[in-house]
């Protein structure tokens, strides 16, 4: 009995460790399997991330469904282990089809962008409730336009993005009357009942100017709805406002405060943010310099999280160029030596570039130019340049820093140039691309001649108020949206050489 006993707890041990064996192994295969599957599958999906980056599924929608079918085909044949080749091909499919579908969306954004802006803005005040039929109507000439555009039919999508862009903007305008001054009116009549235009009287009467202005830019300006929405707006922020001080005062008049108690208190919610940031907020001079100090602290904060994000952006591509290189290696063992040195001028080629890109940004301080990367392209917001309202002149107070960006366009040699017109969005749709064209290409031109530039090596290209990076909603976000980018677009063989330069 004690035989078959320790027989028995043996036979059990033996199956336990070989069922964890077996186990390890089927986990080990899923593992390979699922690296195997990552790799082959790699650059179908980073072109579908690239098309949904660009909108392509609502954009290009069926090419972008024909390509996401063949990804779908892929993944069902891998799943069931059938033939890597015939894995491939649908790979291949959706890989063409998924960058076809991105060139369309390019297209599309920038042919029908003032369809698509026209239809944003309907949606943001809601016109799909408050104009209902209207909106209907347009979606109805946003799927024809887009399907036109999709089929290489240019010009019929045109005109039916045109009708789009009309009914939307008159759904948007019915919204906004409907939204903003309505509620507006009664506000300014609830301000007026709580005593504001006793204790707030400048704030309710900047409330009803605002209010006044909106309603006659809808009137005589019925398809530009950008500058009214945005009165409205903020007549009914003042409207608020007014209510608020007012009842803030009666309640101070209430208790008898002092003027002094209510300054210290207005100071505190400045110190707490000033605390937030580790600094001392002091008042003996009044309130602009904490106010600046902070503003600065925001604004370094903002580009170490940029600069930190291009960074990381490197990192992780750096990891996969390593991980996918040490693979190579791995299969490829008689050509190491080859493979190493290719790996070393890749990532001496990243590195080269970090390093042009922070001469490029010690060039411009703050106030001139914004210096950010997107992948290899190098990006300069010139925050600094400054047009007259209306023009496409280059003053002579920007010429010095037009200078330093040829300077900056040097670092690169051979680079391609393109400079981005963009505007805010108050004013016509149509009159502000035509503004961003003309004056992007007046930065054209004028690095064209004082460089020598081939007209090969430098585009212009206006995208008037279809790109904001900012809310066009204050004068700040406006101020910040009319602007000049210039790209540079390295040459990728002169990346390469640099780099090889260094092991020679």
Known sequence: MVFDTEVDMNFRSFSLLSGLAILLLLMSGAAVSMDIKERLFADATAARDDANELDAVNLAPDTYARAARAYRSAEKKFSEARALDSVQRDLDKSIKGFEQSQMIAEIAQQRLGTMLKARVDAKQVDADQYSARDWKRAETYYRDAIAQLEDGRGSTAMRQAESATKIFRDAELTAIKTIYLAETGMLIAQAEKQSARRYAPETLAKAKNLLARAEVELTENRYDTDLPRSLAREAKYEARHAIYLANYLKEAKMKNRTTESMILEWEQPLQQVAAAADMNAEFHEGFAGPTQAVIEYIEDQRAAAQELG??????????????????????????????QEFLQQRLAAQEQLRQKVKQIESTFDRAEAEVF???????????????????ADIDAANFQLLTKVQDAIRVFDDSAVIIEGHTDSHGADESNLTLSEQRAES????????????????NAIGYGETRPVANNETPQGRAKNRRIDVRIVPNPENLTDLAAATFQ
């Open 373 to 391: 990367r997107d992948s290899n392209e190098i990006y300069i917001r010139l925050v600094g340049l400054s047009f007259a309202s209306g023009s």
């Open 310 to 339: 291009q960074v990381v952006a490197d990192r992780d591509a750096e990891i996969f160029t390593l991980n996918d290189e040490i693979s190579r290696l791995t299969e490829e063992l008689g050509g190491a030596a080859s493979e």
């Open 443 to 458: 930065v054209r031109q004028y690095l064209m001649v004082q460089m020598n530039l081939g007209d090969e090596r430098v």
